[in-house]
């Protein structure tokens, strides 16, 4: 077997703390012990398209442990569906005839599940590519967790803990938007966390006056102000079944046309659910009769310096993945499992979400102190 000998390396998707301490542990590990070269490949799979490349060595890798975002851009392409002056084009084989022409062994991509998605589709065109899981979401399947996570949830809980006394300050309703659009993992160990008294994500939709009934209780008890932790994607129940049925019309069409409508038609109903954090926090002023404020979260959660967790993390699976590049073992994604790491093929992985089971240990401890979650 030919030794690898080059490796190109990139992030892909929505960026978070932790992916410089990745591509660090990887270009450390991968020259260090093993003598490959790597190479920083810009803006995602833009930069194999494009041939945009950095070179990476021990100076230009020192000092990016603790810093946020990423030292090579990212972006949100599908190299399967590039749109080019109007036109969607396939890129794939662009990015094959690029690979061989930088005569890269392997290609390492960090990022979510669209990336370990595109990932797959490069293993279809004969690439090497491994596959490292990074999101604030914690939805990647297959691995117990992805680094970005704990430090999205660090930032959410201290962001909340201050909400609380302001909110109690001014006897008011505070609803905290947490990201997380099909997944609501950090809202939940958010809101659970910093103690929120209502926590609300896709997983379990809501009835608003369930909601409004546990903040009136408080208030009877004496308790007249509510921390509301909730989901960029938490959504009603009358929001739920009617994507339930588009989800459904979208699986029973049998002609192209029919697929691309309800494809518009759940394209317009996420359309429609922009702003909800402050519909229902103006409902809920409503059905109250206390002062509702919002604060969305936003990107900050996904900025700035990762926890000593992620960059412990990061450096696993990344000094990890140099091992599994020398011992030219592909198509996986490295998985962290309890205390090790573990290849996944990455078609185990492409195109599943992790969702929080409605029944998980933490909605059940959340209930047992008594959370709403609106259901
Ligand atoms: O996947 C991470 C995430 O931060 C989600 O929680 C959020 O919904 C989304 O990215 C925002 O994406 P963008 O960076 O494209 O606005």
């Not at 996904?302 to 699976?317: F, H, I, Q, W």
């Not at 992790?354 to 979650?373: D, I, L, Q, Y």
């Amino acid at each position: 077997m030919k030794k690898i000998r080059r490796v190109g390396i990139l992030t892909a998707g929505g960026d978070c703390p932790g992916l410089n301490a990745a591509i660090r542990a990887v270009g450390k590990a991968a020259f260090g012990r093993h003598g490959i070269e790597v190479v920083g490949i810009r803006d995602g799979f833009l930069g194999l398209i494009e041939n945009r490349f950095l070179h990476l060595d021990k100076l230009n890798l020192a000092g990016i442990l603790t810093v946020g975002g990423t030292i090579l851009g990212t972006s949100r392409i599908k190299p399967h569906r590039m749109e080019i002056s109007g036109r969607v084009r396939d890129m794939r084989d662009r990015i094959v005839e690029n690979y061989h022409r930088n005569k890269l062994d392997a290609v390492v991509c960090i990022g979510g599940g669209g990336t370990a998605k595109n990932a797959l589709r490069l293993v279809e065109k004969g690439l090497n590519i491994i596959n490292l899981p990074k999101t604030i979401d914690n939805d990647v399947a297959m691995t117990d967790t992805s680094f970005g996570f704990d430090t999205a949830l660090g930032i959410a809980t201290e962001a909340i803990d201050r909400l609380h006394s302001t909110a109690h300050s001014h006897h008011r309703i505070v609803v905290a938007e947490i990201m997380g659009h099909r997944a609501g993992w950090l809202a939940l160990a958010a809101g659970i966390a910093s103690g929120a008294d209502v926590i609300l994500i896709p997983e379990i939709p809501y009835d608003v006056t369930k909601v409004a009934q546990a903040i009136r209780q408080r208030s009877r008890r004496g308790t007249n102000f509510s921390i509301v932790a909730v989901a960029e994607g938490a959504i009603s129940r009358e929001e739920a079944a009617r994507f339930k049925a588009a989800r459904e019309r979208k699986e029973r069409a049998v002609t192209r046309a029919g697929v691309l409508k309800s494809k518009a038609e759940l394209a317009e109903l996420d359309h429609q659910h922009a702003g909800s954090t402050l519909r229902l926090a103006r409902r809920l002023e409503e059905l109250t009769g206390l002062e509702s404020r919002v604060t969305i979260l936003g990107y900050v959660q996904r900025g700035g310096t990762p926890s000593a967790e992620d960059r412990l993390l990061a450096t696993r699976l990344g000094t990890a993945c140099a091992d599994f590049i020398n011992e030219q073992h592909f198509g996986v994604m490295l998985a962290a499992r309890g205390e090790g790491v573990q290849p996944v093929p990455l078609e185990d992985v492409a195109g599943k979400r992790k969702e929080v089971p409605p029944n998980h240990s933490w909605v059940e401890s959340a209930r047992a102190v008594g959370t709403c979650f609106g259901d």
